[in-house]
Structures are given as structure tokens and as C-alpha cells.
């Protein structure tokens, strides 16, 4: 057996309970063996982080079965585990059976009470969702028509109209073949489906929509006409409604593709809190549990189903997530990231850098100021910085996962700038927000090696964007949003942004857009240090050692000249930055497209780009190096 695995599977829950360490002290060095089913495992445990109890750190190391060197950490396998105090976790009174099968009635029990009490008492969940507000997509899947187990069927919902509430389900369809909606199938699924004819995945979500005791089910691959690109058009427009209003989103999170499902055999002792019981000559005594720092990470944020990129967007407008994993059940809303390890709550260190290393994307949704909520005073500007904040990391996101139709970056993600307008109350351009340009501009690709699944970053052939838009590039993007409270000047003058949307709907689709910029252009030459890893810019021929250049992709089509377009100049930790975009021209007068960004980042560097050594004042003028401003466009 596996060694590494096995342990590491053992931190996820527990193959035991510890019950002490004897007289093992953190400053021994030495190892303990402790017995496990099914294996031995050495281990030395000694103490990490200092400060109180709750929070400490355990490193774990256990023996690798292919050493890589001869010194001690390359023959072991070093984990780090939080601890917790047993009374700080909270746990229900009741026991709760951690059954061999992920579709258990213990499981359905669990996720019942998990959907009734928040849609009975999480105040934040109801009010971003109000449970009075009907709204129905254009179909559904009725899964218990004339008491049938064994059929389901397609019903219109303005033939129909429900008055009960729907589930949608997420999913990695996989490149199997199984019975969709088509033009030339409507009308015999809206008669009846066979569910023996239907993948697992979407099997087991008609099962659990049953048990959850909710008459409707929403299926993208059964609800929206495969075949008919109008209205899969119309049907993807409204994604934002129909995650939103459900009243819950069933995640087949562990699940590659359609086949494998939702349920999952298990090892009931691997789900089951690890509780081990410290004697040590420390402060540190007592009851802890060991919480694995990776529990959320690894089996939500990194699991198949959320390296799609069209989940983000569910996951984000659905008010209530629950998550079927290879392990466990897991549990996700505005209030509460939950697990059957930890049903009341996954533990937090009282330490601001949590144990638990997660999203919290239900937290940070931007439909609600929870500032105010606490009772902590938060002025509108705070409150759009934090709006900000989210959107940044929902782009960050965004673009690590994957899409199967390049061209449907745009639109995949076209609910989420549809919540946030009203709260930012501004223009969205293509993934950018008009108000916030200068800095919004100011993104780049972070790995343009290896951006997409081990291939460069790309600039599609098929238009999508404008090229100062992330949205045209299919690479992993770091965005342009400064810190809070970063001290900046804003060089160049935006005079106008603009796109063009080829309907009423500038979220899904554009077909152009320009911004007008009036600033300084300074022409450079770039080299390439590092096998396409490292890139220097050298504006006027100048030869530097702190001008960094981030191309937008890897391509031999990136011309020798391009110019320098200074946006940002701030003084952080005694150093000066100039932040700015490399630019090409287009051929056309006046007219330039984006290639990259770069960043000057030493006083006679950014003097390159700056006439005087600048100070932080309101009052003073920027004097540009011997170079007058002119107006252009991007394109």
C-alpha cells in the first residue's frame, strides 16, 4: 500500500483517534510509531508556530518509500496540521453515522438539514435570495411525474408554472454520449425520460432532488435545445436567474464526468474528526483536533468539477452549494462552509490566516455589505473597493479554469457583472468596470508558459475582446487593482471607454471597443532573459536592470518595437513604481493594440518615464521626460 497516500488520506479525517502522545516532547526529534489501520506509520511531531494554544501547529513527517536525497527532508514527507481545542468546535449533541456510501440516509439526513435551516434561519442567505420572489428558467425536469421513480419529463414552465421551488445541478458533462435536449426530441421528453437511459451524474441528482423532497430539477444538458444555437443563446443569457432563484445547486464536485456521479464508496474512519489527546511538558495540553489545512481546498477548490470555468458563475450566484465529493459531502453558503467531518462549521483559527485555506466565495459575495451587518461602520467607497476586491479574485479564478468553447469566455461568467453593476453603479466593459480603468488595465498574464493546461497563453484567432480586456487572452490572469490604501497618481488622461455589444446584452457578447487615451508614448525594444519565462523592456534602447516586461502571450508574431504607456506612478516600501502597458501599433494612425505590461520599479528607471523625482501631493504637476503627451486609441 501507498504510504504517502494513506497518511495523507489520514489527515483528511482519521484512521484513528489518537488518544496521546505519550511523553513525545516538540523538541526531541524523536519518532513515535502509532498504529492505524491498515498500516504503520512513523511519524515525529514537534511544535511550529508559537502563541496560545489554539494556535499551534503540528509538522508531521513520515518516511517517503523513494528517498530523493540523503539529508532529512528529502527522505520524508513533512505535513502540517492545525490544532484546534476540542470545545472550540462546535458539533451537534446527536451522533452522526458516517456511513460507507456517500448515498446513505445519514447523508440525505444531513444535507436535508443543512438546506432547511438555511433557508429557515441564515439571514444573509434569504436576503440575497428572497424565497418570495418566483422565477422559473424556461424549462425544468419534473422528477415525480404521476408518482413515477422511473420516468422524469421536460414541462414549459409558462405551460406549467411551478409553485414549488427547483434544484440546478453542476456537472462535468465529459466527452460520453447521453441523451440531450435536441430540436427533434422536445416533445417525447416532454412526455416522458426513461432514467435508466440517463448518465449517473444525472441520475443520482434526481435522486437527491427526491430526498430533499423538491418536485423540480434543472439538468443545462436536458433543459437548454442542444441543437438550436438561438436558444442556447437565450437559455445562457439568463444563467444569472436561474443559479440565483434556485433553491439550492447540487455540485457532482469529485466527479470528471457525467459517468461517475454524485455518490462514492468511502472509508468511514478516513471522514471521521481526527481527536488526539496532548501530554507534553507545554502549555499546549489537552484535547485537539486535527484540522488538515488543505480540507476545503483539495476537495472543493481543487476538485475536477471547479477547473470548469462555467462553475464559477454557479457557484457564485447560488445561494446554497452542496458539494458531493470523492470523500465526503460538503456543504456551502452565505453563512456557513461546512463538511460531515465538521457539520456545524469547518474550524477557524482565531489567528486572522486560517487553518482552513478556502474560497469563501458565499462570504464575499458582493449583493450584501456586511460590514454593515456587524454593526461595523463602512462608508459606500470601502464597501466598492471591497466589491473590487471580489471581482478580482472572481477573475483570478475565473481564468485557471477551463473552457471547452473558447468563445464563450465572455458569456460564461456574464451573470456575475450583472449582480455586481448595481453595486459598484458602473459600466461594465468586457471584464473591466469603466470608473476603476486606469488600474483595472493594468492585469497580466502571471504564468504565459504554461496559462492553459500546460499550453502558452493565446490570443484566440475568433475575436472576443478588445486586446486591453483579460477577456481576450485564454491564460491565467493576475488583475490590475491596487491595495487598499496605496498612495498612486494616475499619469495619462482616459478620455473615453467604449465597446460594442452586437445586441442589448453587453455582458455575453462584443464585437469591439476602444478606449481614448490621451498620454505619453515612449518607444522600447524587449528581450527575452529566461526560455520564455523572462522578459526585460528597454525603453529608447536604454539599456536596465529593473524594467520587467509581462507579454500577453508567448507568439514570434510580438514585434521588436513597441511602445511604453505609463499609467501609474506610487512610493511603496521606499521604493518608486511606474506601472504601465507595452503597446503596438496597428498600422492605422493613431491607433494602437496591447501586447503586455510592464513596471519600472527603481528611481532611475522610472526617470526614464518621469522627468522629477515625484512626491506624494495633491498639488503637484507630473513633468514628463522630454517626451510631449499625444491622444491615441486602444483597440
Known sequence: MNLQLTFAQLLVGAAIRVRSFGDLRSNSGRSKLIKCDPVRISVSVREVTPGDAAEKTLEIAFPLDYPESDDWYGRFCVKHVGLMPVQDVEQPEHDYEIAHHTASDSNFALAKTWVDTCVSNHTSCTKNNPMGELWFPTRLIDINPMGSHSEVRIVISSNHLPMSPYITLSHCWGSGKFPKLLMGSLETMKDRIAVCTLPNTFRHAIQITRRLGIKYLWIDALCIVQDSDEDWQREAA???????????????????DSTVGCFWDRNPLLVRPCEIDISWDLPLTGNYYCVDRSLWTKNVGEAPLNRRAWVAQERLLSPRVLHFGS??????????????????????????????VRTGLKRLNPSENRRAQEGVSSSMSEFKFDALEYWDGIVDLYTRSSLTRKEDKLIAISGVPKEMRRILDDEYLAGLWKKQLPTQLLWFVSRPMIADNGRPSTRPQIYRAPSWSWVSIDGCVVPGNLGKGDEWDLLPTCLDASIDPPGEDSTVKVTGGCVRVRGILKPATWECLWAGRLYELFPCGEKTESNTFWPDEISFSLPAEVFCLPLLSRFWNQTRFVDGLVLASTNNQDEFRRVGKFRAQDEDDCRLFLKHKLTLSSRRTVVFHDLEERSFNMV
Open 327 to 356: 470523500q465526503q459531502m460538503f456543504w456551502e453558503c452565505h453563512e456557513l462552509e461546512a463538511c460531515e467531518s465538521y457539520r456545524c462549521g469547518i474550524p477557524r483559527s482565531r489567528d486572522p490566516l486560517s487553518f482552513i
Open 238 to 256: 439568463t444563467m444569472r436567474n436561474v443559479y440565483k432563484y434556485a433553491i439550492c445547486n447540487i455540485a457532482a464536485t469529485g466527479a470528471a
